[in-house]
């Protein structure tokens, strides 16, 4: 409860107190002592410049507190600046107070039966009814009752409002008294001033898009990503990130990888006040054409150029195939659409089998997709009604649960899972549960991508958009985290890149089979 919360909770023990034999005490209160009680709350929240308002009321002194009282609070435009006569030395009713508190402040301390001082929120007039009720006075004002107020009610000091009113002054000086104020705008000030907001979160997923970059930001999330087939995102303004190439693309077989960021398209730079639909424009071309990005890659401060070759291709969700006569290797490519019934067709396949010992699941570049999807597939490894993943706004908890399929056992078989820095979201989430179910399967590769959060749209009036990050995935027995930490391969072992050129070997594959 902040300071001017607590003064009403006292100004409404003394008003009770006062109605049963304690008027003595106190001043009765006047409609321009309420005003000017109103006015000390937000007082400090407001620049100088409010007592320019030339004041329509009449019956007001000059330069007397009243005055400036109401200036304040037309000012913050939470009353009119009307003709009428507001009778300042008339004694003001329970009534005429609580609405003026309903209007002004938007909120009432209430004393309960209880004697406990309770906030509540003056959303109806059967409240006002209560509360009038409680403190002993009609709901019309046929029948005047005076209220009371102490001499020591101090104003409002909450930090916020201090913060505030600088924000404002700020605001005001440089569009009033800057230098250079022709060079900018109102709405420039406004989208920085949000974008700063933003920014100060520490969320590289939370960011704000102004108007323009928000309608471009939109029709990204659309998934044109033909050309050199890799998913991207644009975490921030300026910020192009390749979050994996889709595999078997021509971005996997260039060596484009998870984290990469790319600064230039061909000549084209990639700026703040470049929109990923722009970036993603300069990318596609025609199949058999080339495009050359420029990417800073993590642990590597020298930019590296990289041409692609675009091209067309069938995309599958999931690939499956014997390795050996004991191994069963399944590729899980994305999760689409069709991915859990690609994947029940691989399982069938594998319960055939009565030779296989050792399942692969490879998820190296798999970006993620649709969580239900996830939890879908592991219910073929989790018991049923177990949970598969937990999605938590830090509030409340959502609690995927397993369907309990009993197509295969998965106890009786070796378990292996292949990552790396492309392998997002949902593909953790997946690793990470059947961990936490199965302590004994092995994870070989690299670190996750380490994104285990929901991002929500909010789309304003002016066509701006709001991104951020409104719940964290957790996986499903341990609760383990995944943002910012990723999942942890038991075996590290980084892809050789010049093995697979040479050879056409698979360092990670290889360990895999080795187990």
Request: net charge negative.
């Amino acid at each position: 409860m902040n300071s001017f919360q607590k003064c009403i909770s006292f100004f409404i023990i003394f008003l009770y107190s006062f109605s049963v034999g304690f008027a003595s005490t106190w001043e009765v209160i006047t409609r321009s002592d309420a005003f000017i009680f109103f006015a000390n709350q937000y007082r400090e929240k407001v620049p100088e410049s409010f007592q320019y308002i030339d004041l329509k009321y009449q019956n007001i002194a000059k330069d007397s507190e009243l005055e400036d009282a109401l200036q304040i609070l037309i000012y913050l435009d939470l009353i009119q600046n009307s003709s009428s006569d507001i009778s300042p030395r008339a004694p003001i009713s329970i009534y005429s107070f609580e609405k003026l508190a309903e209007k002004i402040i938007k909120i009432v301390v209430t004393k309960t039966p209880e004697g406990v001082d309770k906030k509540t929120l003056l959303t109806t007039k059967e409240d006002l009814k209560n509360i009038q009720k409680i403190l002993g006075a009609r709901t019309d004002d046929s029948e005047k009752k005076t209220i009371t107020i102490s001499s020591w009610i101090s104003p409002n000091t909450n930090v916020f409002w201090k913060k505030w009113a600088i924000l404002e002054d700020v605001y005001k000086t440089l569009t009033k008294d800057y230098y250079n104020r022709a060079e900018i705008t109102t709405d420039e000030l406004i989208q920085w001033a949000i974008s700063g907001l933003t920014d100060s979160a520490g969320d590289k997923y939370t960011t704000y898009f102004p108007p323009i970059e928000s309608e471009e930001f939109l029709e990204g999330l659309e998934g044109e990503y033909e050309g050199i087939w890799a998913y991207v995102d644009m975490p921030s303004p300026g910020n192009f990130l390749i979050v994996s190439p889709i595999v078997g693309s021509p971005a996997e077989e260039a060596w484009l990888k998870g984290w990469d960021v790319v600064t230039h398209v061909d000549e084209n730079e990639i700026t703040k006040d470049t929109s990923i639909k722009e970036a993603i424009s300069w990318i596609k071309g025609p199949a058999g054409t080339y495009v050359t990005l420029t990417i800073i890659r993590e642990g590597n401060n020298n930019p590296l150029e990289i041409k692609v070759k675009r091209a067309k291709i069938i995309l599958k969700d999931v690939e499956y195939k014997k390795l050996d006569r004991s191994t069963f290797y399944i590729q899980i490519k994305n999760f689409g659409d069709k991915v859990d019934g690609d994947f029940k067709g691989a399982l069938e396949t594998l319960k055939e089998d009565r030779q296989v010992r050792k399942v692969i699941f490879d998820l190296r570049n798999n970006p993620g997709g649709y969580l239900w999807k996830v939890s879908t597939m592991l219910s073929y490894f989790v018991p049923k009604w177990e949970p598969t993943a937990i999605v938590s706004t830090g509030e409340n908890d959502i609690n995927y649960k397993s369907l309990g399929f009993d197509l295969i056992d998965f106890s009786e078989y070796e378990l292996v899972f292949l990552e790396n820095g492309g392998s997002a979201s949902a593909s953790e989430i997946m690793i990470g549960t059947v961990k936490d179910y199965y302590p004994e399967a092995t994870i070989v590769g690299e670190k996750s991508f380490w994104k285990g959060s929901v991002q929500t749209l909010k789309t304003y009036y002016d066509g701006s958009t709001l991104k951020y990050t409104s719940a964290k995935w957790y996986t499903g027995k341990n609760r383990n985290g995944i943002d910012g930490i990723g999942v942890i391969p038991d075996i590290e072992i980084p892809f050789d890149d010049e093995r697979w050129k040479k050879y056409k070997k698979d360092n990670q594959l290889e360990k895999a089979l080795d187990l």
